[in-house]
């Protein structure tokens, strides 16, 4: 394939030791629905490599027995909830950026519908196809999501169970409050920065990786409670 981006790669095991990457769709858009390659997909692997006996497409061939779900663009965080649950974000193409509930089998329709726009034409919004997972949360104008933790520290007892989501464009940190398979933005912690990756730390601090953007130097910054 000729696209030179959106490789998503994110990587995580869950509490059973199953392995889950995000693969997007390499700017091709037409293979995040094409079950006979792996891009624009969740993949599901057991830890040694070897396919689940229940991924839910093991009976359409070679490649599509690694699938959980398809019809994905660019994930570039996911976290597990305190449930179990997987959420996933994606940078939609001019706004339309997601946070998806990943369900087995879904298909969240990529490049058929998106609320965002292509950058050549427009497509139908997520509403006009009622076949496809909607996301749970969609911004417009994007926020370029990069990086994703659920928090569960103690250091911030009030963002027990928040997600925090790193933003390009946004400049800083979105959090969101869940409600069992529901979503919502609670607020943005402007940071000023473009934020690249988020995570946590074993004292309960929140680290974050600002985007080194041309060439630059992107710093690591750790944030704590005022005192």
């Known amino acids: 394939l000729s696209g030179d981006g959106h490789f998503g790669l994110r990587i995580a095991f869950d509490n ?7 693969s997007s769709e390499r700017q091709e858009f037409d293979p995040a629905q094409d079950m006979t390659g792996n891009l624009g997909k969740m993949v599901r692997l057991n830890a040694d490599g070897s396919v689940p006996e229940d991924n839910p497409f093991t009976d359409q061939g070679e490649v599509a027995v690694q699938v959980w779900s398809l019809g994905h663009r660019n994930i570039l965080g996911m976290a597990f909830d305190a449930e179990g649950r997987l959420w996933a974000h994606e940078m939609g193409p001019r706004g339309g950026d997601e946070l998806n509930l990943i369900q087995r089998g879904a298909n969240y329709g990529y490049p058929i519908v998106s609320n965002g726009v292509h950058y050549d034409a427009g497509h139908p919004d997520h509403d006009t196809r009622p076949e496809f997972n909607a996301p749970a949360i969609s911004w ?9 933790i659920i928090y569960d520290g103690e250091l911030f ?8 989501i790193g933003g390009l464009t946004s400049l800083g940190l979105v959090r969101v409050e869940f409600d069992g398979e529901s979503a919502r933005e609670a607020e943005r912690l402007d940071l000023q920065r473009r934020i690249r990756e988020v995570a946590q730390g074993p004292d309960g601090a929140i680290w974050v990786l600002e985007d080194g953007r041309r060439g630059g130097n992107g710093a690591l910054l750790k944030l704590t409670p005022k005192e």
């Open 140 to 148: 417009t104008p994007a926020i370029s999501p990069a990086g994703f």
């Open 16 to 22: 059973d030791g199953m392995l889950w990457i995000s």
């Open 157 to 164: 007892p009030q963002w027990q169970g928040s997600g925090f």
